[in-house]
């Protein structure tokens, strides 16, 4: 088998427009880790929001992985064992926070419950919650609340903002803090070095296996690591140009089958036509 890992990012790519992973799409992963292939999923949600998907797949049965937080962490779903764990650096939470205030951008993170921020009606933060299926509770002072580990800090905003905040931010915080857009209104900020190609360099390394033994699907800025570090680089017909440029591969979009496509042609050896 080419590839013996398949990473993939969830929103965008694994799920449709509805946030569901098409019959196709299902059927074909399945098919997959039963041929002995390692699902990883590779994603800027939180563990919570990312298990729903891996109980779909039979993660815990068939074997694979979730990768959350960007990177921050991944966890063997048939053994529930932490591979990989990156705490934030507990002193830059409150600076992180400030700048966020300073641009007009709103700093969440998670806890056991749910997301905790200081602006639970705003819209992205809204959104978040959406995606993740999870609750948002308010909370008076985000940094003074965080007084147990996080994997993340993720700002929202209007998309229009985005693009310089993010600037700003990589100037703010340089050699300190990964920051990486993951969506149009959303900013990830993980400890130093934490993106999802970096992690899986980690696993890859606890499997024995190089990138060549890795296929990888994305359509986002903070993909675009991943995309250029598998042996097989899968871009959504819907991912953001830069995603496109580095892809060995341009697949379907996530409303037409797009992984499912890939992993037909690529790790099943079937004939398939985009």
């Not at 932490?82 to 998670?110: H, R």
């Not at 697949?251 to 004939?271: M, P, Q, Y």
Request: charge should be negative.
């Amino acid at each position: 088998m080419p590839y013996r890992v398949l990473a993939l990012d969830l929103d965008g790519t694994l799920t449709n427009s509805d946030k569901v992973i098409t019959p196709r799409t299902r059927q074909a992963l399945l098919d997959a880790a039963d041929a002995g292939t390692t699902i990883v999923l590779a994603s800027g949600r939180p563990t919570v929001g990312i298990q729903p998907l891996a109980e779909e797949l039979e993660l815990a049965s068939r074997g694979g992985c979730i990768l959350s937080y960007n990177g921050g962490k991944i966890i063997d779903c048939k053994t529930g064992e932490t591979l990989v764990q990156y705490a934030f650096p507990a002193d830059l939470i409150p600076k992180v926070c400030l700048f966020a205030k300073y641009w007009n951008v709103v700093p969440l993170t998670y806890d056991q419950n749910g997301i905790v921020t200081e602006e639970p009606d705003n819209p992205y933060v809204l959104e978040e919650a959406r995606i993740n299926r999870i609750p948002v509770n308010r909370v008076e002072d985000l940094a003074a609340h965080v007084t147990y580990p996080i994997n993340k800090l993720l700002l929202v905003g209007d998309p229009v903002d985005m693009p310089h905040v993010e600037e700003l931010m990589q100037q703010e915080f340089a050699g300190r803090l990964s920051i990486y857009r993951s969506a149009p209104f959303f900013i990830e900020t993980m400890p130093l070095g934490v993106e999802k190609s970096a992690s899986l360099a980690l696993l890859l390394q606890r499997l024995g296996l190089r990138p060549a033994d890795l296929m990888a699907c994305g359509d986002g800025w903070n993909d675009e690591p991943m995309i250029r570090f598998a042996g097989m680089g899968v871009a959504m017909a819907n991912a953001v140009p830069a995603v496109k440029a580095v892809a060995d591969f341009v697949t379907a979009d996530n409303d037409h089958d797009g992984v499912g496509i890939a992993v037909e042609k690529f790790i099943l050896g079937r004939e398939v036509t985009l």
